[in-house]
């Protein structure tokens, strides 16, 4: 049995104290205000009879307990935020055929989970699926080639395609680790490295562009790069320092040892991940997939993302239909 008093609230509160080292920033995580942040824990301690987190540290540290449990906690929210996200299994026995395109940023994570629903719900269907830059994704659904797309807004309205928001992702730094120093003036000391410009014809290379000619910043044009790997590769080479967002640097796990993350140093910016249909498409098909999607992005995606990068609580987030 499962002692009283050990909840799924009070694993995610506990999770989220891990990995921020503070109530504060916990309460941003979480949505919950500090003292039921607080309240949390203490239930969840005296449930557990054991203190989780030495209480004298600031930032706060687990105690070797609380590290012994941290793991095990871990892994039961995700198997429980997996079989949440799955659950909402689609019903399109319905369709005869379907076609949808999704951006590559989801290639990693998404991508595998969303094409095994779909295949679960389409029993009888002809079925397409395929991942390329929403610059590629968008004129395809503008043409007619596909019934349903994922992708980054371009911010206009599309003849006859009508357009369900997904999630906000805010546009960030990334830099060789320890480039940029505390307290120090950022664009100075990025100024000793290369920018780095995504390829401009993609979407996510115009947001970027149209946003630094707004702030009137003027970078050199040496690197233009394609590839958001590459591009991620480059920075934790110590090539130049970039700016991504927060799922392009989650999709690049195995640069995350060499590379900081950190806010912009001029005025925020962001940009919309959104479901797109045919206007003959309108109705329950892609407002169940965009719902569903939305559960995907939350679970696989920007709760890993804030455990890592807990400054973005509120900025990085679900957006509703």
């Known amino acids: 049995m499962i002692s009283k008093g050990v909840t799924l609230r009070g694993l995610e509160v506990f999770e989220a104290l891990a990995s921020t080292g503070s109530v504060a920033q916990a309460a941003a995580v979480t949505g919950l205000s500090q003292p039921a942040v607080s309240q949390q824990l203490r239930n969840l301690e005296t449930a557990l009879a054991t203190d989780l987190i030495d209480h004298g540290k600031r930032p706060m540290r687990l105690t070797p307990a609380g590290h012994s449990f941290l793991g095990r906690a871990e892994a039961a929210l995700s198997q429980l935020r997996l079989a949440q996200s799955e659950l909402a299994v689609m019903d399109l026995a319905h ?6 395109g999704l951006i ?3 290639d990693n994570d998404l991508t595998p989970r969303l094409v095994t629903i779909l295949a679960d719900s389409l029993t009888h269907c002809k079925f397409k699926l ?11 659904i503008a043409d007619k080639r596909l019934h349903l797309a994922i992708a980054a807004s371009a911010g206009t309205v599309m003849d006859g395609v009508l357009e369900y928001p997904l999630a906000r992702d805010p546009f960030i730094v990334v830099a060789p680790k320890g480039t940029v120093k505390a307290g120090g003036d950022v664009m100075a000391q990025l100024g000793a490295l290369p920018f780095l410009r995504y390829e401009k014809n993609q979407m996510i290379g115009r947001l970027i562009e149209a946003h630094l000619a707004r702030q009137k910043l003027d970078l050199p044009d040496r690197f233009e790069i394609g590839s958001h790997l590459a591009l991620m590769a480059m920075v934790a080479r110590r090539i ?3 700016v991504t967002t927060p799922l392009g640097y989650m999709r690049a796990v195995r640069f995350h040892d060499e590379v900081d993350a950190f806010t912009l140093p001029f005025k925020p910016f962001a940009r919309t991940i959104s479901l797109f249909a045919g206007a003959d498409w309108a109705g329950e098909v892609p407002a169940s997939v965009a719902q569903t999607m939305r559960r995907l992005i939350d679970a696989h995606m920007i709760t890993p993302a804030l455990a890592q990068l807990p400054w973005l609580a509120g900025d990085l987030r679900v957006l509703d239909g």
């Not at 395929?130 to 395809?140: F, G």
């Open 240 to 242: 130049g320092w970039a």
């Open 104 to 106: 590559d940023d989801f």
């Open 130 to 140: 395929i991942t390329a830059p929403s610059h590629k994704i968008l004129e395809d």
């Open 95 to 100: 369709l005869s055929a379907l076609s949808i």
